[in-house]
Every structure is written in C-alpha cells, then in structure tokens.
C-alpha cells in the first residue's frame, strides 16, 4: 500500500466524535437516550437571520465570492469587535472570513507556524487546539491547568514549559470544557510572558459572548497587544449558527495576508448567502435579541443545574458552576474510576450522554463535560439520572 500521512498517527479519534456516533446507533435502536454531550445550540437558528438567507439566496448570490470574505461582512465583524471587545480592526486588511471558528483556528496556525516549531497550549482544552498544531507538523506542547487553580495555568506553568522553538501560545476563554477564564490581571501578566518571549498569542474566543459574571477581556484589548494577538471567533455558538460555518480571524495585516493564502487555497470561499445572513445577524438589534434570549436561558439551565446539585446532594459528583460557555465540568473524582468508564457506565445504566474529560487533556481525567445546550427538561431529567446512577453505584 502506498504511504500515508505519519503525522496523523499521532492524532486519535476524537472522544467527542465517537461518543456522539455511539449515542446516535443506540438512540436508532430505540434506546430513550438524554443526549448532553454535544456543544451545539438547542435552539435554532433566529427567525431574521433565515430570512436575510432566504433572500441572499433569491438575489443570486450562489457564485464564487472573494476570498478574504465579502466587505460588507469583514465590516460588520470590525463593528462587532468595536462593540464587544472594544479593539478597533482594519476590515480591509485585518479581517478574514473563515468557514467557522475552527477555519479561523487552521489559518492562524498556517500563518505564523513553521514545522517543528512549539505551541504552548492549555491542559485540559478542546482536542482541535493541539490537533491542529500536529496536523501543521508543529509540536503541541501542553502547559497542566489543574483543577486546583481553577483550570488556569498557573504563570510560572507557561515559563516552565517555553524553549527556544516557542512560537506562540493558545487561549481559549471561555474555555471549553471548563468555562473557565482568568481575570484581567492574569492577562496582563500573560501578554507580558509573550511580548518578553516575543510569542504570538491565538485565542480563541468562540464562546466570548456567554458568561455568567464580568465580561471576559479579549486577547487583543490589553495595551499593546493586538499586535501579537490572533483573534479566533465565529457566530456558530452566539448565534446558534453552527451549520452555517462562518467564522473569523482578526489578526495584523501581515497574519492575514498568509491566513488569505491558507484559505483561498483550501476552500476558496466561504458561501456567499451564509456571508451576507452573518453580517445582517453580527449587528441586527433583532437578532443582538435573540442572542441575549439564548444566553438567558443557558444561565436559567445553569441555575437550575447548581439548584438540583445542592437538592440532591451527591457525594460523588461535584458540580463547579462554570463561569462561562455552556458547559459543566462535573468532578467524578470522587468515584475513583476513569472518566471513560464513567461516560460508558452513564451511557448503559442511566442512558445519559456525557464526553470524559480524559478527551480534552490529561488534566481532564476524573471529570465529565456535560452540556446545557439542550432543553431545561432534558438537562434536569439528564442530571437527575446522573446523581442517581453515581448514588446507586456507590450503594
Ligand atoms: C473551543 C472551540 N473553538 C472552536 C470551535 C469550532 O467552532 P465553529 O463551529 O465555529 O467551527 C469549537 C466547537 O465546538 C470549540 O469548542
């Protein structure tokens, strides 16, 4: 046989992914399973971006578009990034539309990584974050932000973990799976360990918009430094847009000049109609409605969640309220198992989906992501089955 790609010897399938294709066989089996481990929106997409869609779709924009994205939308993601974040973006020149967060995430890797170099990047995260660092044949070099510190690597972690190939860091606030996110200071002392190093910063910030607290600072709004700073967003998660895919990065003219390279060569283009309905949804107050509705209800979830917790009263599962995106990282330490036993066990006896926290890193062994983008009834059933499943198991 011909020879394939090493490099993706080092990558495994993702937990994430095979738990969901396990979930949906038995569920086609007639199994009543609560499905909570998936990290996509339960509510559809808001009625006006679909119209504005419907009639993108009615003018004729089916065609090829420019690649860097349309400028109608890089404008809107400028307003957007103007208002929420407080950084003012070039839209000619640094913004680039991207087929989701996770183009956004593939073009900034492209842009700034030569091979071998190191990418210092958060225990436990999203798989993607080291994956793709892999797949560019960079070296993903984990930087443990223990449960103890409130899943932020301590400071001196990133010093301890930097070597002469560093090239860039990886934040991802809130993160998933643990909402967690560090406050402003933390940052400032963050951007300052990267300007020392001269290290590129590139974060992440798909979740940015749900938080339970204070506003979360973006990487790019500390003094000087939107200058190393690679924005990653998208609309999927604010928006419940996940299956438009857009998204976007927003970085120095210099990254998006070779992100554009990286993306006019791989997709071309991100579909013209998705375009025009994202730049109506980033700055319609209709759909800024919307979206402030959805975020209403994951905090009346996580209320309801933390109100059961302290009703039930387990010993065994113990329920950190997140700070942000829209999940709960649920401490099974206590049951002294692996969280790949514990999601499987979950799955057979209390027919509940949940992802181990084993799939995000190794720091993310004895607990499970549990998800609240799903309806208030099927994360009180979901939760409720869980105690119950971890109180007769301890019996
Ligand atoms: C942390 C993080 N970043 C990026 C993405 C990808 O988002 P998108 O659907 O916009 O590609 C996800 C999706 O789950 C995510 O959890």
Known sequence: M????????????????????????LKASGLPIIGLQVGDPDFGTPAPVLEAATR??????????????????????????????????????????????????????QAILNPDDDVLIPDPTW?????????????????????????IPPLEAWAQ?????????????????????PSRDYLEQLQAFAQAHDLWVVSDEVYGSLYYGERPTSAAALPGAKD?????????????????RVGFLAAPAAVIANALKASQNSITCVAPFVQKAAAFALVDPEVQEAAARMRSAYARRRSLVLRLAQELGSSRILVPPPMGAFYFFL?????????????????????????????????????????????????????????????????
């Not at 011909?2 to 066989?25: C, G, H, P, W, Y």
């Not at 973990?161 to 996110?181: D, M």
């Not at 190393?228 to 438009?244: C, F, P």
Request: hydrophobic residues 45%.
């Open 161 to 181: 973990a930097l070597t002469p190939k560093t090239r860039a860091i990886v934040l991802n606030y809130p993160s998933n799976p643990t909402g967690a996110y």
């Open 127 to 151: 798989a993607t974050h080291a994956n793709m660092v892999v797949m560019l044949r960079g070296n993903a070099v984990r930087v443990p932000a223990p449960a103890e510190h409130g899943f």
């Open 2 to 25: 011909n020879a394939l790609n090493r490099q993706f010897e080092l990558i495994r399938q993702s937990a994430t992914v095979a738990m969901a294709d396990r979930i949906l066989a």
């Open 228 to 244: 190393r700073s690679l924005i990653v967003n998208s609309l999927s998660k604010t928006y419940a847009m996940t299956g438009w």
């Open 331 to 395: 401490d099974v330490r206590p049951l002294r198992r692996s969280s790949v036993e514990v999601c499987e066990s979950i799955l057979e006896k209390a027919q509940v989906g949940l992802v181990p926290g084993s799939a995000f890193g190794a720091q993310g062994e004895g607990f499970v992501r549990m998800t609240i983008a799903a309806s208030d009834e099927d994360v009180a059933a979901g939760f409720r089955k869980i105690i119950g499943w971890a109180e007769g198991e301890s019996r």
């Open 56 to 109: 993108a779709l009615q003018a004729g924009l089916t065609h090829y578009g420019p690649s860097s994205g349309t400028l109608e939308l890089r404008q809107a993601i400028a307003t957007k990034l103007r208002r929420d974040e407080g950084v003012a973006y070039d839209p000619a020149a640094e913004i680039l539309v991207t087929h989701g967060g996770i183009h956004a995430y593939y073009t900034a890797l």
